[in-house]
């Protein structure tokens, strides 16, 4: 066989090989990969509001559906406005009401929900911005299981009244125009009562005292199991004119620490996550954050855990040293919403996965260094360090670990290889004997 032919065929089996490896591999992502569950989108609406001590050209209310609801119980909308502009000075403590907001509702009694608001306006100058309390409304689900509550959004007029003068915001758009709430039992909203906590929050002095009310959301994790660390996720927003406020002349830490109560099974760890304030300003709310925070523990037997919101904690993670700290206890927790989820036994564990995830490789690397970096040795010195690097990368990465504990797409990935491999290597024989 002639040098050029024998290159040739070289450059064809490798060419072929890539070629197995990306349909492959691409088969295998598209083929694995799960389908994202739909969500219920908040509906964005805008709105143009004139009069009274308000104006805004482009003012967007925002309603926000819980994740899901059960059947036969109530959920609660929520409406929060963008900032408006102060057409005139508002004076501190003002009365603020608001309503509004016009849904039609579907697979829920009433079928057609409009919020209210109240609250006390700060001190604002003219000019300024000032952004109204959110509103709420209540609807009883008449959808069963497996069905949709849905939201379409209406086009009547929304009202902000301070101080007794009132401004009108008209309808313009929305997006989108309606939105479906999945109507089930179980783990992430299910339970019975409230999610507004109330808290009574005492530092960095024993005299300092607030009471304070977090609408405290959680979702469950759905693949706990036992002798692994979970993580439920904490997400808090606070009640309008209940907020917790920033001691003077100390310094807090931007810190939350997020609690949750476990109750159900034996040997559960406390349940706590760690997330930021951002930036904390004297004499003004402590902000929340403004993603999820996890809140981790673990399980030492299998079972169904009742989950309740516990303690919030701000500063510093002790009492010692120089920064403060504000403690916040649950005053209402008979009354609050609970959650469950189910602990499996860990005999279907992922950690026995690792090891085909980390052999079933090596047996490739072995092979293609035989086949490949041996015979291109006399020619070029950049060719065997390209061909190692490759599988060596692979294994370092732990690109099994992120494609999932399963290690059996591994397996069919080095058949595949070695199969395109043997190929190749009988493309070479036959020329070889013809030649």
């Known amino acids: ?157 929304v009202t902000i009244t301070v101080a007794g003068e009132r401004t009108t915001c008209t309808f313009s758009s929305a997006t989108p125009t309606e939105t479906s709430i999945p109507v089930q039992t179980g783990s992430n909203n299910g339970g019975t009562g409230t999610d507004v906590v109330e808290y009574r929050c005492v530092g960095p002095e024993t005299t300092d005292t607030q009471d304070v009310e977090i609408k405290v959301e959680l979702t469950m994790p759905t693949s706990a199991r036992v002798n692994q660390q979970f993580a439920i996720k904490w997400k808090g927003t606070y009640t309008t004119g209940k907020e917790l406020t920033a001691p003077s002349g100390q310094t807090l830490s931007p810190k939350i620490f997020a609690y949750a109560s476990l109750t159900g099974i034996t040997g559960l760890s406390s349940a706590t996550g760690e997330g930021s304030t951002g930036t904390i300003t004297a004499n003004s709310p402590i902000p929340l954050p403004t993603t999820a925070i996890d809140v981790k523990a673990t399980a030492s037997a299998a079972g169904t855990v009742t989950v309740k919101p516990s303690k919030v904690n701000f500063g510093a993670n002790s009492r010692t040293g120089n920064t403060p700290m504000i403690e916040c206890t649950v005053q209402n927790e008979a009354d609050l919403k609970t959650y469950t989820f189910t602990v499996s036994n860990s005999t279907t564990s992922p950690t026995p996965s690792p090891s085909p995830t980390t052999t079933t490789p090596r047996p490739t690397q072995t092979h293609t260094a035989t086949v490949t970096i041996t015979p291109s040795a006399t020619r070029s010195t950049s060719t065997p360090t390209r061909n190692s690097k490759t599988p060596k990368a692979g294994a370092d990465t732990g690109a099994g670990g992120m494609a999932g504990p399963d290690g059996r797409l591994f397996i069919l990935t080095g058949t595949a290889l070695v199969a395109a491999a043997a190929i190749g290597g009988l493309v070479l024989r036959r020329r070889s004997i013809r030649s």
């Open 1 to 157: 066989m002639s040098q050029v032919g024998r290159r040739l065929a070289q450059k064809t089996s490798a060419l072929g090989l890539a070629g197995t490896l990306a349909v492959f591999v691409g088969s295998v992502f598209a083929l694995s990969s799960p389908a994202e569950a739909a969500a219920a989108e908040p509906l964005k609406m805008t709105y143009t509001c004139s009069g009274g001590y308000l104006s805004s050209n482009s003012m967007v209310l925002t309603a926000t559906p819980p994740t899901s609801v059960e059947p036969s119980k109530p959920a609660t909308i929520e409406w929060t406005f963008s900032p408006l502009t102060a057409t005139k000075a508002i004076a501190a403590n003002a009365a603020v009401t608001t309503s509004g907001g016009d849904l039609s509702v579907t697979g829920g009694t009433p079928t057609t929900l409009e919020g209210s608001g109240s609250g006390t306006a700060t001190t604002v100058s003219q000019g300024g911005t000032y952004t109204p309390p959110k509103m709420t409304a209540t609807v009883n689900v008449t959808a069963t299981t497996g069905g949709n509550l849905v939201l379409k959004v209406g086009n009547a007029p």
